[in-house]
């Protein structure tokens, strides 16, 4: 009977074993699965980390270039306000000389309204 007994340890040793694998291959395939979705969690996040990166690109040359060109109108600008102060003053030196021309011609006619009026006497 110590044989039968033995055999009964040795079945249910064997049992216990058999339900500690199976438990083991269960969890171990639940960890599997989650390492599964981990990775496929990575991937995606690696991926829009990517994209993200990419549109930050774009962002920073569209704004290098918007600087860029904001400079030269900048330029441009003050290009174009020393042209017009110049002209302004062109402008306010003419209308001077235009005056003066004008003050001239009345003293030409008052004079020659004058010497008209003596000849006449």
């Known amino acids: 009977d110590e044989d039968s007994m033995d055999r009964k340890q040795i079945l249910e040793n064997m049992q216990s074993d058999k339900t500690t694998i199976s438990r ?44 860029k060109r904001l400079g030269q109108l900048q330029e441009t600008m003050g290009e174009l306000k020393e042209q017009m102060d110049a002209k302004s ?16 011609l009345q003293q030409y006619t008052a004079a020659y309204q ?5 000849r006449k006497s």
């Open 24 to 67: 083991a291959l269960s969890q171990n395939r639940k960890l599997k699965e989650q390492l599964a979705e981990l990775q496929n969690g990575f991937v995606k996040l690696t991926n829009e980390n990517m994209e993200l990166m990419n549109g930050l690109q774009s962002e920073q040359h569209v704004k290098k270039e918007l600087a």
């Open 114 to 118: 004058a010497l008209s009026t003596d």
């Open 89 to 104: 003053q062109e402008t306010q030196h003419l209308q001077e000389q235009r005056d003066e021309y004008y003050r001239h």
